[in-house]
């Protein structure tokens, strides 16, 4: 009977601490989304392994209204390199090429291609020139194309750096990586795709963006700070192995829960995909296989955006929070995959704010506000402190306090324990100028430092 009752008592708080999440993640989500009158975006959280959140926002189209949902597919653009690094490790597991071989092996004919390696086209240090860097849409771009032809535009210019010497962004690296593909394994690298990764996994909905449904979000793009406009789409060929993808939120977590367990690539496989390449002289790069490494407020990040015409996305893997987030959205021109992924992440993976937090950030706007009327209280510091706020300090912190205009926000950046005190960092947002706080308190409260700097 106790133990029937312990879980009639569990399973409400469960149920409560999964809706406190849902409702977080949707505020936050919704707001974003109504301050940047974007056009839609569905996100995905995975947490302990699981998907725990998945939920759709705004419009899959405006004209005609239709709203996003659950099964609404997105271009999901680079985030597909991934995907094409994946199969050729795939291939190098089963001995049909190495990813040391050079390019000359495949394709001869090629600029330099005798001390190219595919390794270096997956790290983007070949040297090869990107064939699409814009960020909008170009008019060839709406003609079709075939990877070939891409090569033969793009791969037989000069090299742009000595293969290894440097680090650069290139799709023509990935289209030549998804033909040398082909071409080593006799089978198309989407066929591939779904045998190997997405029907395994269950990924009903990746597949190929030229291969359209009635569920796909419609593209969008915007100019400066104007509305969403309906924006044309690259024609055939143009992406290939470099960003071909599309899917939704939930079927792209399924590979990173995949990826958490490493349940598709060997052990070795995965140390190689995941494993930051460097120059020759040892600097390094912050990129691997397909994938970027990092960090998000010092937790491990492995991660990578795409980008192709009106659709934004975002894929983030949290190795030691067992954990990722995945933002996709069908609108370019928009900085809205950067604030949303970095809200999930921080509502998911980062401990709660103390609720005294918010009483000390307006204590912190209060004493600002104070600075620029030329004022301090200086029972709010130490000894110290009081003696680095002399006259001629104050004097030069309330001239430079009027140029910036009105104060419009003070965000806590960081915190951590120094010295037997606790350091926070800030960023003190005003009508001209954002600012930088660097202050240090002690245990009663009151402030050793409390330096503005540019």
Known sequence: ??????????????????????????????????????????????????????????????????????????????????????????????????????????????????????????????????????????????????????????????????????????????????????????????????????????????????????????????????PPRPVKREAAGWYFAAGELCMTPSDLAKWDIAFLRRQILSAKSYDEFTREARLQNGDLTHYALGLQVGEFSRIPLISHSGEVSGFISYNGVYPTRNGAVVVLTNEDGIGLIGPISSQMATIAFLPEEPPTQQKITDQVKTILEGFRGGNIDRSLFTANANSYFTAAALRDIQKSLAGVGKLKSVTRTSETLRGGMTHRSYRATYAKKTLSLNIYAMADGKYEQFMIEE
Request: glycine share 6%; hydrophobic share 40%.
């Open 1 to 226: 009977m106790r133990s029937l009752l312990l879980l009639t008592l569990a399973l409400p708080l469960a149920a409560q601490q999964g809706s406190d999440l849902d409702r977080k993640l949707s505020e936050k989500v919704t707001a974003t989304l109504k301050e940047t009158s974007a056009a839609g975006a569905s996100v995905a959280l995975v947490k302990d392994g699981q998907l725990v959140f998945a939920k759709a926002f705004g419009k899959a189209s405006i004209d005609p209204d239709r709203p996003a949902t659950a099964v609404t597919r997105y271009a999901v653009g680079s985030i597909s390199k991934q995907f094409t690094a994946a199969a050729l490790l795939l291939l190098q597991e089963q001995g049909k090429l190495s990813l040391d071989d050079k390019v000359s092996r495949y394709f001869p004919a090629l600029t330099r291609a005798g001390e190219v390696t595919i390794r270096q086209l997956l790290t983007h240090t070949s040297g090869y020139e990107d064939y699409a860097p814009q960020d909008y849409i170009i008019p060839e771009w709406q003609q079709p194309i075939t990877a070939q032809a891409i090569l033969d535009r793009w791969a037989k210019k000069p090299l742009n750096f000595d293969p290894g010497t440097k680090w650069q962004y290139s799709n023509t690296n990935y289209v030549l990586a998804g033909e040398i593909f082909e071409k080593a394994s006799g089978q198309g690298l989407l066929a591939f795709l779904h045998e190997r990764i997405f029907a395994p996994l269950g990924m009903q909905s990746a597949g190929d963006c030229s291969e359209s449904s009635p569920v796909d979000a419609a593209a969008y793009t915007r100019f400066a700070l104007g």
